[in-house]
């Protein structure tokens, strides 16, 4: 398959005019992987606008509904499913709250702790957000054949499945 050149193909060639010394090889993933990153950055941001949500307002809501019904978790949970740290989550879980989209209860099982749930506003929004979300994912995916995209999809895992382990203390 005949692919053209794109941008990161001109930086690679420069780098490797400029800096013969240098391995450059990995910008050919890496530097595509990071410019897929914003590009799908700035989608996923037009894709929840349409329900005035940001995008980390989305991941939260979102790490709450795939929690399946009653669709809550402790802030702790949520930290970690939204890579946040616990002030961050804080003050993202008071945001929404006063949006409606969730509300706050007591652990019944650690009086200590909180609960957060999704309200049905919440569900709502977040399924209306996931919605224009895949579609675009669905029309972006299909410029690759199905067995390409279960193959990328593999790829891709074994990347991250360095970042995604838990290191050891």
């Given amino acids: 398959m005949d692919i053209p050149a794109d941008e990161v193909d001109d930086i690679v060639a420069v780098w ?3 800096t013969p010394h240098l391995d450059v090889t990995p910008l050919e993933i890496l530097s595509r992987i990071s410019r897929l ?4 950055d700035r989608a ?3 894709a929840f606008a349409g329900q005035h949500l940001e995008v ?3 991941d939260v809501l979102a790490a709450l509904r795939r929690a ?3 669709y809550e978790l402790s802030p702790g949970a949520l930290v970690h499913q939204t890579l ?3 002030g961050t989550m804080t003050n993202r879980i008071d945001r929404l709250e006063r949006r409606g989209l969730v509300r706050r209860s007591p652990d019944p099982r650690d009086r ?3 609960r957060v749930q999704l309200t049905p506003a919440g569900r709502d929004v977040v399924e209306a957000a996931l919605a224009a979300l895949l579609d675009w994912e669905h029309e972006f995916l299909s410029a690759l054949p199905p067995q390409q995209r279960t193959e990328l999809a593999d790829l891709l895992r074994a990347l991250l499945l360095a970042f995604d ?3 050891s203390a």
């Fill in 16 to 18: 490797q005019r400029e």
């Fill in 37 to 40: 990153a914003k590009h799908l």
């Fill in 44 to 46: 996923r941001r037009a």
């Fill in 56 to 58: 980390w307002e989305y």
């Fill in 68 to 70: 399946g019904a009653p």
């Fill in 84 to 86: 946040s740290t616990s």
């Fill in 112 to 114: 200590r702790g909180v």
């Fill in 165 to 167: 382990r838990p290191t």
